[in-house]
Structure formats: structure tokens, C-alpha cells
């Protein structure tokens, strides 16, 4: 026996709102067309649904427990409205973002940690990538988003890029380097000490060419490669090698006191910290969401960096506008 979900709905909120008229106010239904639903219902079960001459209504045995699968589908609606309406607003959902590994373990991390705090009803769902791949995901709808440093040229067709960071390269060390004490600091300083490779792939490993170039060398003493970021500041903090970073990367570390900036001005790259997606297609209010806490973020935190770049006594005064 098939029984219309809205017969069972109509007659559990009448049970518990302790009448017809209660019942059809609360589901947003008239008063007559409820106690239609309500006589259709027990025409086609064939039995009673109320006690009769009882005030206020009092459910039969079998009214009792339609009444519960009512409920459950009244329950099971609202969630479903609920879900809807989380879905539109974007509190409810599931973000896909793909990053670099170092920004997103440095800085990315931590702001998705404030968004899903903030937001108990989205998920999100990280993986590291370079551009290479993340453009290629990007373009299967694998992602919604990209977390990247790019160059304008790097941009190919149908894809959108929000700038969230200047480009700001650094040569990194622990703080009791012996180069840190040493003034001036000259280009064949950087030979005297072995280095760390970056992750291969990562744009980072162009600038440590660029970094080679202006000081006239072809090759530098690579000691350790292929580590993740915090592999990366372990090894710093342990020896006397230096590393290329990304400025923010060290500000992030910067409570823990172990890595710091060697004040050596070394050449920029010409690229940004930025948010990369698709253009020309549907996009999930809950990633358009999570992508403009990222962007609010940054927007906040350029200033406090720049202060704290400004901190740094550099070997060459670095102008004031000087990206990050």
C-alpha cells in the first residue's frame, strides 16, 4: 500500500501542534484542505487515525505511528531545505583547493583552519600541486580553485587570477648564521656555504637559477633537496645552509625564531601569490566563499609582513614600495 508523504506530514503536525488548524497554520496549508488530506489518509488505510470525540485530538494506535513516519519525513524536508539554502549561501559544501606546497603549508593552512571554524557546514579538500598540473585539473573541474605564484605571462586562456600577495623572494638561514654577522655581505658569501635545493617543479628553483646568474656562478653546493617546507626549516635551523624562500614563508615562521631573512637583496621574479579558477563556468558559492576569506585575509596580513620586511636591517636599503 503506497500512502502520499504529504497526508503523513499533514497528519503529524496536526498531532503535535494539538489540532487541525495548529497543524495546517504550521505547514503553511488552509484549515480545510488539512482535514481533506486528513479524511483521504484514513479512506486508504481504512481505519481510524483519531480517537474520536476526544479534545484535544487524540491519535489511534495506528495514528500514532504514521504520525512518526511523518516526522521523519517533515525532518527529512527541512534538512533537505536546510542543505539548499546552506548550498546557495555557501555555509554548506565541499571546496576543492590545490596549492603549492610551501605557501599552503606556511600560510594557506592556517586560513583554511579560520574558515572551517567559522564555517561548520563546508569541507574542505586540499592537494599540493604546481601550476602545470593545477591548470589541468582545473580545466576536468578536479578543483574549483588554485592557490599559485604566477608571472602574467603564465596565464593561458579561461582562466581568471586574483593577485592576493606580490612576489617577494628571500635568502633564508637560521638566525646564528655566521653570515649574519658579517658586514658588508657580498655576493661570493653565498658560494662559502652549502644550500637547499627547492621541491622539484616549484617555480623557486628558477629564482635559485636568477639568484646564480647575478652572482656570476654556475652551480652552488646542494646538500639536501626534495623536502617539504617544515623538512626544509629543520635543516635550515640545524646548519649553516641556505635556502631561497618566499618572504611570507619566513614571516610565518617568525614566532618560532628558528629561520630567518639574510639581509641580502637577491633578484625578484617577476610573478604574484594569487587564487587561479576557471572563467565561464558554474562555481560553487561555498568555494566563491572560501576564496574571499582567503583574498580578506591577505588583505589584512600585507600589512603586517611589510611592516616586519621594513624590520629587516638589509645590506642595501630596500625601497619603500618594494613588493613583498
Known amino acids: 500500500m503506497k500512502l502520499n508523504e504529504r497526508h503523513l506530514m499533514q497528519l503529524a503536525a496536526v498531532l503535535d501542534a494539538g489540532g487541525v488548524s495548529e497543524g495546517a497554520a504550521m505547514l503553511g496549508l488552509t484549515q480545510p484542505a488539512v482535514s481533506r488530506s486528513l479524511a483521504m489518509l484514513e479512506d486508504r488505510v481504512g481505519e481510524p487515525l483519531f480517537v474520536k470525540g476526544r479534545r484535544p485530538l487524540q491519535a489511534t494506535p495506528l495514528g500514532m505511528q504514521l504520525a512518526v513516519q511523518g516526522r521523519t519525513i517533515i525532518a527529512a524536508s527541512r534538512r533537505a531545505s536546510d542543505a539548499v539554502q546552506g548550498f546557495v549561501r555557501g555555509t554548506k559544501g565541499v571546496v576543492r583547493v590545490a596549492g603549492v606546497p610551501f605557501f599552503m603549508d606556511a600560510m594557506i593552512s592556517q586560513m583554511i ?51 592576493i600577495l606580490p612576489g617577494r623572494n628571500i635568502v633564508a638561514c ?17 658560494t662559502t656555504y652549502p644550500w637547499v635545493a627547492p621541491l622539484p617543479g616549484s617555480p623557486l628553483m628558477s629564482d635559485l637559477q636568477m639568484i646564480l ?53 637577491i633578484p625578484q621574479p617577476n610573478r604574484s601569490l594569487g587564487i587561479l ?43 619603500a614600495d618594494q613588493p613583498l
Open 113 to 163: 583552519g579560520e574558515f572551517l571554524n567559522q564555517e561548520p557546514g563546508v569541507t574542505v579538500q586540499q592537494s599540493y600541486m604546481n601550476l602545470p598540473e593545477m591548470a589541468a585539473a582545473l580545466e576536468a573541474g578536479q578543483i574549483d580553485m588554485g592557490v599559485v605564484p604566477i608571472g602574467v605571462l603564465d596565464l593561458g586562456a579561461g582562466f581568471e587570477f586574483t593577485e
Open 174 to 190: 637560521r638566525p646564528g648564521h655566521p653570515l649574519m654577522r658579517k658586514r658588508p655581505l657580498e655576493a661570493q658569501d653565498l
Open 213 to 265: 646568474m647575478s652572482i656570476g656562478m654556475s652551480d652552488l653546493n646542494i646538500r639536501y633537496s626534495g623536502g617539504s617546507l617544515m623538512s626544509v626549516v629543520n635543516v635550515l635551523a640545524e646548519t649553516d645552509a641556505l635556502a631561497v624562500l618566499p618572504y611570507s614563508t619566513v614571516f610565518a615562521q617568525r614566532k618560532e625564531s628558528r629561520i630567518t631573512v639574510l639581509p641580502y637583496n
Open 277 to 319: 579558477r576557471r572563467v565561464n563556468v558554474a562555481r560553487a558559492p561555498a568555494a566563491e566563499r572560501f576564496a574571499g576569506h582567503i583574498i580578506g585575509a591577505f588583505d589584512n596580513l600585507k600589512h603586517v609582513i611589510r611592516r616586519h620586511e621594513r624590520a629587516v636591517i638589509w645590506g642595501a636599503e630596500a625601497p
